[in-house]
């Protein structure tokens, strides 16, 4: 597979359940991006990882959200104690290093996953 | 902090014909790209167009062009012959050198056969 996936697609959870967003970049990206699209909105900041490192999380709403990418690359997006205002849906898009032939600040996206906390 | 606005909720068009979605953006850099992703039902986001602040020739890809203004803000996108497959929610973006995307409200665009 050539693009960016993540996993699971869809996601019910029960208010209070825990919660991990899977997201596999395409292979050789060092950066990686996490958004959060709200219905009729358009997609909002959450984290950035470039290689392991987590160099920004202020997007991260609350401290229930935590964001991982420990071998710089598959990365993962857990939410503790879902609230039903965390129905969304999470975007993870990846992005090549400059000069490695592909554009600069180019982002690919994956398909998302819609999580709706019941 | 950057900001990206689109004042169009919803578009139409007739299949063959032409349209504009316009987008505004505020920023104090200089040195910045603006994007436009195209994101239909299956919420797959697609790149449709980019722009480099420093070039002042406008983007082109097939029938997709951008009229950039910078000293106005201003980022458009027309979009000419209309396909069905054109229908879509297309998103205006922002972003500095190697940095997160900020995104517009999004416009609904219906083509209508």
């Known amino acids: 597979g050539a693009g960016v996936s993540q996993s699971p697609r869809y996601k019910v959870a029960k208010r209070g359940q825990d919660v991990a967003l899977r997201c596999d970049p395409i292979?050789?990206?060092?950066?990686l991006f996490w958004y959060q699209q709200a219905l009729g909105q358009g997609p909002e900041f959450l984290t950035y990882?470039?290689?392991?490192?987590?160099?920004?999380k202020s997007g991260l709403p609350s401290d229930r959200f935590f964001a991982e990418r420990p071998e710089g690359s598959v990365s993962t997006l857990k939410i503790q104690r879902t609230q039903q205002e965390d129905s969304a849906v999470y975007l993870c898009?990846?992005?090549?290093?400059?000069?490695?032939?592909?554009?600069?600040?180019?982002?690919?996206f994956g398909p998302g996953t819609r999580l709706t906390v019941l | 902090a950057q900001t990206v606005t689109q004042s169009q909720p919803e578009m139409s068009v007739q299949e063959a014909e032409t349209v504009t979605l316009s987008c505004t953006y505020d920023?104090?850099?200089?040195?910045?790209?603006l994007f436009w992703y195209k994101q239909p039902p299956s919420r797959q986001m697609i790149l449709v167009i980019r722009?480099?602040?420093?070039?002042?020739q406008n983007a082109t890809e097939n029938r997709f062009s951008v009229n950039f203004q910078k000293a106005a803000k201003s980022f458009s996108l027309k979009i000419s012959d209309s396909q069905l497959g054109d229908a879509a929610m297309y998103f205006c973006?922002?972003?500095?050198?190697?940095?997160?995307?900020?995104f517009g409200e999004g416009t609904q665009l219906t083509v209508n056969p």
């Open positions: 898009a990846s992005s090549s290093p400059l000069g490695a032939g592909g554009k600069d600040n180019e982002q690919f």
């Open positions: 292979s050789g990206h060092v950066s």
């Open positions: 990882f470039q290689n392991e490192a987590q160099l920004d």
């Open positions: 920023t104090s850099e200089s040195d910045y790209y």
């Open positions: 722009q480099e602040a420093y070039k002042q």
């Open positions: 973006a922002y972003a500095t050198s190697g940095s997160r995307l900020t």
